[in-house]
């Protein structure tokens, strides 16, 4: 940096608290914020956001730190770790109650609605109560695109990746043991329609998640300084759409673990199984391409580029000022 620009010494911040996406700040000292909940910190440049764009916080003086973590040191910390866990955690429990929701009870089958707002209540609560731990991913589809989106590293994307698809196994195996067998069917296995193709099926499931994933990167992303509402409830009120129209056709999936969980409890892969994997992954992907390099891009240079996805940078923030950002949007204004 050049000219008397000087940033003064700060606190280090508590590794459990994560801003959920990248903040570009202007001024001589920039602070950047982790990608989507992922303990990744990004770099950001001085831009001029157009007028729809989210607009761009004041600096109070951070400098970006050399470069100095691996990927060693990346999974061997306890934050790191403790993020695995949450997504592990909160992908059980997000299948647990979803699929419980849609269990065939004799006295009382479940409606298209009550399935809906189920898994819906599900991922708005989940993301609550643990998105700060891991960012609240529960879901491969999200976690890819967002490494494609530059914003969290290879070797999570991977971590988080095995989590989900573990805990959802185990959701799914908590409710078979629980469910008595006269409500249990197939256990919610996801499955096309008599009258839906597997192309037609594969263009949903990318509509679904497309719309779900721009939520989330819209109503996460710290660039935005007006008020949002709750994330949380934006999120579970996207996932309550997808499965309004969604279960018609596939059964709803927007979700690879979801669809995992079940099939590989129940043994029911059906020749279709791929098509809740690329559905939901092309999807979200296309979402994060739309969002994070054509709609709000940020300036990275290829190299800032690969240490993200390396899991080598690590930039300061400044958490006091990110913290005052968040609380402004949690709460739904009246007017």
Not at 30 to 37: F, L, N, P, R
Not at 116 to 127: D, S, V
Request: net charge positive.
């Amino acid at each position: 940096m050049a000219g008397a620009a000087h940033c003064p010494p700060a606190a280090t911040p508590p590794r459990g608290a994560r801003p959920l996406y990248i903040a570009p700040l202007s001024g001589p000292c920039q602070a950047t914020s982790h990608g989507v909940g992922a303990g990744q910190q990004v770099p950001a440049r001085s831009q001029t956001p157009a007028t729809t764009a989210p607009t761009a916080a004041p600096s109070r003086g951070r400098c970006h730190r050399a470069p100095k973590a691996t990927m060693k040191k990346e999974v061997c910390s306890v934050a790191f770790l403790k993020a695995v866990f949450a997504e592990f955690l909160a992908t059980l429990i997000f299948v647990f109650f979803g699929l419980g929701s849609a269990l065939k009870w004799p006295s009382a089958l479940p409606t298209i609605l009550q399935i809906a707002l189920a898994f819906g209540l599900a991922i708005g609560t989940l993301a609550q109560a643990l998105g700060p731990v891991s960012g609240g991913h529960i879901n491969p589809a999200i976690t890819l695109a967002l490494l494609v989106g530059n914003q969290i590293s290879l070797l999570r994307a991977v971590f988080y990746v095995a989590a989900q698809l573990v805990g959802a196994i185990a959701g799914a195996g908590i409710l078979y043991g629980l469910a008595p067998l006269n409500a249990r069917g197939n256990l919610a296995v996801n499955a096309l329609n008599n009258n839906t193709s597997p192309g037609q099926a594969v263009v949903v499931e990318m509509i679904l998640t497309f719309q779900l994933a721009l939520c989330i990167f819209s109503s996460t992303d710290s660039r935005r300084t007006s008020p949002v509402g709750s994330p949380a409830l934006s999120i579970g009120l996207s996932v309550t759409l997808g499965h309004l129209v969604g279960i018609y056709f596939t059964g709803c999936s927007m979700n690879p673990a979801r669809s995992f969980g079940p099939a590989v409890v129940m043994k029911r892969f059906s020749p279709a199984h791929w098509v809740f994997w690329v559905g939901p992954i092309v999807g979200a992907i296309l979402a994060a391409i739309l969002y994070f390099y054509l709609l709000f891009p940020n300036s990275l240079s290829l190299s800032e580029r690969v240490a993200i996805i390396k899991g080598t940078y690590e930039p300061e923030e400044d958490w006091e000022d990110h913290r005052e950002e968040r609380k402004k949007t949690i709460e739904l204004t009246a007017h």
